[in-house]
């Protein structure tokens, strides 16, 4: 079974610029997860998808990032405009369904903002 | 969110067991105790989950106190390939099954 997706690996932007990450998740995981782990931190997440529905966004900051998943598949994360702060690992996972199943990580994007 | 607390790091010799402990002591009848594994530069992988009684799998052990305050994984011989950050985490039913990341315990495992 393939795992879970992502793309880019690395990317370098400077501030004020914009970013699109992309994850692919496992096939037949209908809930993604999307979550920014800044260096020597755990993970924070930031969203939540059950198919193509929003199920949890609350720590999503709305004013520069946004992410959708159409077709309740493949999931796109954008920042617009990134800050220096902004820079971490942003880690794609998905589950078969909400909640009780486990979570299955990417390897994630790792983005620098200078 | 509901907490938990681990140590910042430990180290164990290679092929020793490892027993890393975690506190939970606001956790409800309905909170499951999850841990999670992070290898550098890698994302997490699961390892093992319980709600009341001790469970084993391929890669630990999980003991739970019979008060459910505390628990403990247990890696029964480190590999170097062992060595990570380890996360304990409750995944909370009140607040949507949502698991919550702490900083985790950074295992050292030395030849």
């Known amino acids: 079974e393939a795992g879970v997706a992502q793309s880019p690996r690395y990317k370098i932007i400077e501030k004020r610029q914009s970013v699109a990450f992309w994850c692919n998740p496992i096939?037949?995981?209908?809930?993604l997860y999307w979550y920014q782990q800044i260096l020597g931190q755990g993970p924070k997440l930031l969203i939540q998808f059950q198919n193509n529905g929003v199920v949890d966004d609350s720590q999503l900051p709305k004013d520069r990032f946004s992410a959708e998943r159409l077709k309740g598949v493949d999931s796109t994360l954008k920042i617009q405009p990134a800050k220096l702060e902004d820079s971490a690992v942003y880690l794609c996972a998905s589950s078969r369904l909400a909640g009780k199943e486990t979570q299955y990580f990417g390897p994630g994007t790792r983005l620098l903002v200078l | 969110d509901a907490k938990t607390t681990q140590p910042n790091s430990m180290e164990s010799n290679e092929e020793e067991p490892v027993h890393l402990p975690c506190n939970h002591s606001?956790?409800?009848?309905?909170?499951?105790i999850h841990w999670y594994r992070q290898l550098p530069s890698q994302g997490p992988e699961y390892v093992i989950h319980?709600?009341?009684s001790n469970v084993n799998n391929r890669m630990a052990s999980l003991a739970i106190a019979e008060d459910r305050k505390s628990s403990t994984l247990i890696l029964h011989r480190a590999t170097l390939r062992d060595a990570a950050v380890y996360y304990c985490i409750l995944r909370v039913l009140a607040a949507g099954n949502k698991l919550t990341f702490g900083g985790g315990t950074r295992v050292l495992v030395k030849p």
């Open positions: 606001t956790i409800s009848g309905t909170d499951y």
């Open positions: 319980g709600l009341t």
């Open positions: 096939s037949g995981h209908a809930t």
